[in-house]
């Protein structure tokens, strides 16, 4: 939306209604509208005690949509609480983060662990993400390494394209070894580096085009799939990236790329307006 257009682009002056329904809705005219009548709708559930429509009115608040762009964690906080208490497992998520950065509240790392927890027991894979890294490096107050690595598994385990992250950062401790559980086996790291990556991780494209590059963590030196990989991280803006596939169309490689320094010089040039090479 436009909100420097107070008035907003008007539409059809016909009046709406559903097909199925005889009763002939008041015509809207703008999309300003649309968002005040769909938050009178959300508020209306909210207050009737629907955790999806405590939920949505909080994410309005929190992004900026339901306040003409401006964000309202104020109002939008203790939505997320009360969602969360209804069950909904994302609102918990929001409300812990809301508590460990002090979002509309104070920072409280006793409650941000509590509202991890509950939305960790309910599979979420961004609450148990956080939890087993909060768990492994104790900057919640939770220094519980093997209760760590559980959820850190399991947050691989149910990983989504939303909160990707699980597989990668499990797959930096199978890389290195990472105390008396987790034995070093870079092979592994690459099953999990794959699937992050499959997943729209950056970064753990970017590690694979390297490995694939130079032969690393076990995998064999390919070329067709080291640029597949730096691809699809410089397409996500990982600068790495950008330079591993200049360096590869610097040289080409036989029956797979060409060499083409105008390419290559394209991609140094996108890396170095990104500020870090």
């Known amino acids: 939306m436009d909100y420097s257009d107070p008035k907003g682009s008007k539409a059809s002056p016909q009046p709406l209604r559903d097909l199925d329904s005889p009763v002939v809705e008041a015509s809207v005219t703008s999309p300003h509208e649309l968002i005040r009548e769909a938050r009178t709708i959300l508020q209306r559930l909210a207050s009737a005690g629907y955790p999806f429509a405590q939920y949505y009115l909080a994410d309005g608040y929190a992004s900026g949509v339901l306040n003409k762009g401006k964000e309202d964690l ?19 998520f929001r409300a812990a983060l809301c508590y460990e950065f002090g979002w509309g509240c104070r920072k409280d790392p006793i409650k941000a662990v509590q509202f991890l927890r509950t939305a960790a027991s309910k599979r979420h894979p961004g609450a148990m993400t956080r939890l087993g890294k909060a768990c492994l490096s104790g900057d919640l107050g939770e220094k519980r390494y093997r209760e760590g690595i559980k959820w850190m598994k399991l947050a691989s385990e149910a990983a989504d394209v939303q909160y990707n992250h699980a597989p990668y950062q499990l797959g930096c401790l199978y890389e290195m070894g990472y105390g008396d559980d987790v034995f070093q086996d870079e092979s592994y790291a690459a099953e999990l580096f794959t699937q992050a990556a499959g997943l729209g991780h950056p970064e753990a494209s970017y590690r694979l085009g390297e490995a694939y590059e130079h032969g690393r963590l076990n995998c064999p030196r390919d070329a067709s799939l080291s640029v597949h990989y730096y691809t699809n991280a410089a397409q996500a803006g990982h600068t790495g990236a950008m330079m591993g596939l200049c360096a590869w169309y610097m040289i080409g490689a036989e029956g797979m790329l060409e060499k083409d320094e105008e390419e290559a010089c394209c991609w140094a040039r996108k890396a170095a307006e990104l500020g870090k090479y």
């Open 74 to 92: 104020n109002q939008a906080f203790p939505l997320f609480v009360l969602a969360a208490k209804h069950g909904h497992a994302e609102a918990a």
